[in-house]
């Protein structure tokens, strides 16, 4: 069975940190640019940030920028997103999904997407 399955959200209070983890089963992830999206309530799903199948690289939505680093680790076949200086308005559901490039990761269409976790921000 193909699927990604996130961890690490809760709940944090502003100026904290969290990592979020993105471990696939049933398929190489280093086949795929990974994508770290975020829907929060009454919002549409945006992409947050996204790292490359090949050399790394690295794109961040501006609202994560200097905050927010994503990074693979092929040999676990897991992403992470560290995130810093957590703001309220960083909160929502987080989302991993496997995408072929970084336009689809723009247009957030995944071929894989896993369940979602939870990031709240609050005092």
């Known amino acids: 069975q193909l699927q990604l399955v996130e961890s690490g959200g809760g709940l944090v209070q502003p100026g904290g940190s969290l990592r979020l983890s993105c471990a696939a089963s049933g398929f190489t992830l280093d086949y795929y640019a990974i994508g770290w999206f975020r829907q929060a309530p009454g919002k549409e799903r945006e992409g947050v940030s996204c790292?490359?199948?090949?050399?790394?690289?690295?794109y961040y939505a501006d609202s994560v920028k200097g905050r927010f680093t994503i990074s693979r680790d092929n040999a676990k076949n897991t992403v992470y997103l560290q995130m810093n200086s957590l703001k309220p308005e960083d909160t929502a559901v987080y989302y991993c999904?496997?995408?072929?490039?970084?336009?689809?990761?723009?247009?957030?269409?995944?071929?894989?997407w896993g369940q979602g976790t939870q990031v709240t921000v609050s005092s």
């Open positions: 999904a496997a995408v072929r490039n970084l336009l689809l990761f723009r247009l957030i269409m995944g071929d894989y």
């Open positions: 790292i490359s199948r090949s050399d790394g690289s690295t």
